[in-house]
C-alpha cells in the first residue's frame, strides 16, 4: 500500500509540475506578443510622423493631427520657383500675422544671404508696432504655423509715457527654409 501512495503521490507533483511549466510557457508567449504588439505600434506611429514631414500621407496627416490636437496645414518650407519669391512669401506671411494680431509694418528688409546663414535660409528683419497683449498672439502664429519660421531676435521698444497710444515698436528677425521645387 505504502508503494501506491508514493507512485500516486508522484504522479500527482509531476502533474503539477507539468502544469506550471505549462503555465510558464503560455505566460511567456503572452509577454512575447505584448511587446511586439508595442514595438509595432511604435514604428506605426513612426511611420505616420515620417509621411507627415515628408507630406505624402493624407491618412497620416488625419493620425497625427488627431494625435497632437492639430496640426498646422501647408509646407514646412518657404514655397517660391526661387529665392527671391520665397523672401517675398516669407515677408507676405510676416505681414499677414502681424496684421491679424492687430499691428501695423512699419519696415523690412528680406535678407537672402547673410554670412551666419546656411544655404537656403531666408531672414526677414520686420519693424512693426502693435499692443501688448497682441505680441504673445504675434508670436504664436508666427511660430506655430506652417511653413516653420523661427524668431532670432525679438527686440521691443516700450511706449513713451504720457504719449496717447501705447504701442510699442517691435523689431523682429524671422527666418524660414527654402527649398528648391522639385
Given at each position: 500500500m505504502a508503494s501506491t501512495l508514493t507512485l500516486s503521490s508522484q504522479r500527482l507533483?509531476?502533474?503539477?509540475?507539468?502544469?506550471?511549466?505549462l503555465?510558464?510557457?503560455?505566460?511567456?508567449?503572452?509577454?512575447?506578443?505584448?511587446?511586439?504588439?508595442?514595438?509595432?505600434e511604435t514604428v506605426r506611429a513612426a511611420e505616420n510622423t515620417l509621411a507627415l514631414l515628408e507630406g505624402?500621407?493624407?491618412?497620416?496627416?488625419?493620425?497625427?493631427?488627431?494625435?497632437?490636437?492639430?496640426?498646422?496645414?501647408?509646407?514646412?518650407?518657404?514655397?517660391?520657383?526661387?529665392?527671391?519669391?520665397?523672401?517675398?512669401?516669407?515677408?507676405?506671411r510676416i505681414?499677414?500675422?502681424v496684421s491679424r494680431a492687430g499691428g501695423n509694418v512699419l519696415s523690412s528688409q528680406v535678407e537672402l544671404q547673410k554670412p551666419e546663414m546656411k544655404e537656403g535660409w531666408i531672414g526677414l528683419l520686420v519693424s512693426?508696432?502693435?499692443?501688448?497683449?497682441?505680441?504673445?498672439r504675434?508670436?504664436?502664429?508666427i511660430e506655430s504655423g506652417m511653413p516653420?519660421?523661427?524668431?532670432?531676435?525679438?527686440?521691443?521698444?516700450?511706449p513713451v509715457s504720457g504719449v496717447e497710444?501705447?504701442?510699442m515698436r517691435v523689431t523682429l528677425s524671422v527666418s524660414g527654409q527654402w527649398q528648391k521645387p522639385k
Open positions: 507533483a509531476a502533474a503539477a509540475v507539468y502544469i506550471a511549466v503555465l510558464a510557457c503560455i505566460a511567456a508567449c503572452w509577454i512575447s506578443l505584448s511587446v511586439l504588439s508595442e514595438r509595432y505624402r500621407s493624407p491618412r497620416a496627416r488625419r493620425d497625427i493631427s488627431s494625435d497632437f490636437g492639430g496640426a498646422p496645414a501647408g509646407s514646412a518650407f518657404l514655397e517660391g520657383q526661387t529665392q527671391t519669391v520665397g523672401g517675398a512669401a516669407l515677408l507676405q505681414a499677414g500675422a512693426c508696432e502693435l499692443e501688448q497683449p497682441a505680441l504673445q504675434l508670436l504664436y502664429d516653420f519660421l523661427f524668431v532670432d531676435e525679438l527686440t521691443v521698444q516700450a497710444t501705447s504701442r
